[in-house]
């Protein structure tokens, strides 16, 4: 990996080459600040938002977009299937500062994405693949944002569209790729085929681009990433689902990939010290979020809770907590009956012989691909196919 290819985001260059992959409904200011606290100065990326939102100002699509203060570099990743709409919501957010770097999602899988023509649907018109990726670098260059994309194999093993998606993405000037290691088809389900990001790469490195590759899929330790970069030769790994319950992941990830050893596994008196941050953390997100002064108080700590309780499952994983616990940890509603249960749990529990292995998030696959009437054959390949929905329902897009 001589020639490997530092990642940057204008001046920021992370202290090891890992980025979190935003997922809908979990990479938000809370989640991340927890995160930078095992692991400051890497690449954070917030949970995606729709581009006709943005335009149009959606209220709880402006309030998604939010950092802390002390957050660098702010990274948002944007979605959509119309190029001049994509192309307006990155110059609105470069505009008002609000963001150092920009992502595009080409690879959710998601059914209600995919059949309106956008998310990993967009690789397969490579016309409006380019426009939309040209129009978002257009509008980041006078701010000096940098723009990069996420992306899958492709629909099905027989519709691969990933070698093509690298080379117009380094063709139109973006700061790097990242590919997720199944196909749309696959889902969740199976393993991540390592195997097609060295061919990726590969095939940038062979056209000549120099244009950082990064890997995604499957890892849940950090020795995964050490093993994805030596196997495949990618610059760096972007993290999804396996950092879900386990933020101290990107602590263990610096710490291997800086060439020192990754200490033991948490015991769960640890964790339930992370759970209570967390918890805390989005009492506080939520709390500020824009409703009215007398209702956000009392609002926030029932979102926050209602939001958390699938964290506790995912923190749970591994530990020999029961049955009962888990249950009552998934019907949490208060941070003091949260604070409750937490004092009840064995401190000094391990994690059991392979739990960090254990799936967090989407298992689900494979999946029928759902596009829209004629998408593969339309000779308008840069009509307007932008996704009505917001992200808020948007499954966990991360690997």
Not at 354 to 376: W, Y
Not at 379 to 390: G, H, K, L, V
Request: hydrophobic share 40%.
């Amino acid at each position: 990996m001589n020639d490997r290819i530092p990642l940057q985001i204008g001046n920021h260059v992370p202290a090891a080459p890992v980025v979190l992959a935003p997922m809908a409904g979990v990479t938000n200011a809370a989640f991340r600040s927890v995160c930078r606290q095992f692991a400051p100065g890497l690449v954070y990326v917030n949970e995606m938002v729709m581009a006709n939102a943005v335009v149009h100002r959606n209220d709880k699509t402006m309030r998604m977009m939010s950092f802390q203060p002390e957050e660098q570099p702010r990274s948002l990743q944007i979605y959509g299937s119309d190029p001049e709409q994509v192309g307006r919501a990155v110059a609105i957010v470069c505009d008002e500062g609000l963001v150092d770097h920009i992502d595009l999602n080409f690879g959710c899988p998601a059914a209600k994405v995919t059949r309106k023509g956008g998310g990993a649907a967009v690789p397969a018109r490579p016309a409006l693949l380019r426009a939309i990726v040209r129009n978002a670098v257009r509008s980041a260059s006078p701010f000096g944002v940098p723009v990069t994309a996420k992306f899958r194999m492709g629909l099905t093993d027989d519709l691969r569209t990933d070698v093509q998606t690298a080379h117009i993405c380094a063709e139109e000037g973006l700061a790097w790729i990242a590919m997720h290691a199944r196909t749309v088809e696959q889902h969740y389900s199976g393993d991540a085929r390592w195997e097609s990001i060295g061919e990726l790469r590969h095939s940038v490195r062979s056209a000549g681009h120099r244009i950082p590759v990064l890997g995604n899929g499957d890892i849940w330790e950090a020795a995964d990433a050490v093993r994805m970069m030596r196997e495949t030769e990618c610059d760096g790994v972007v993290v999804g689902r396996g950092c879900l319950g386990r933020p101290w992941l990107f602590e263990d990830l610096v710490e291997l990939l800086s060439g020192r050893a990754v200490r033991e596994p948490r015991r769960l008196g640890e964790v339930a010290d992370v759970i209570s941050l967390h918890a805390h953390a989005l009492v506080a997100h939520y709390s500020d979020d824009g409703r009215h002064e007398t209702k956000k108080r009392a609002n926030g700590e029932d979102l926050a809770m209602r939001d958390f309780r699938k964290h506790a499952s995912w923190y749970l994983t591994g530990y020999p907590v029961g049955p009962e616990a888990r249950r009552r940890f998934s019907m949490v509603s208060t941070l003091a009956e949260l604070e409750d249960l937490l004092a009840g749990l064995d401190s000094m529990a391990e994690l059991v012989p392979g739990g960090a292995r254990i799936k967090r998030g989407h298992t689900n696959g494979p999946i029928k691909v759902s596009l829209p009437e004629g998408f593969l054959c339309a000779e308008d390949a840069e009509s307007d196919m932008t996704i009505p929905d917001d992200a808020f329902e948007m499954a966990v897009s991360g690997g």
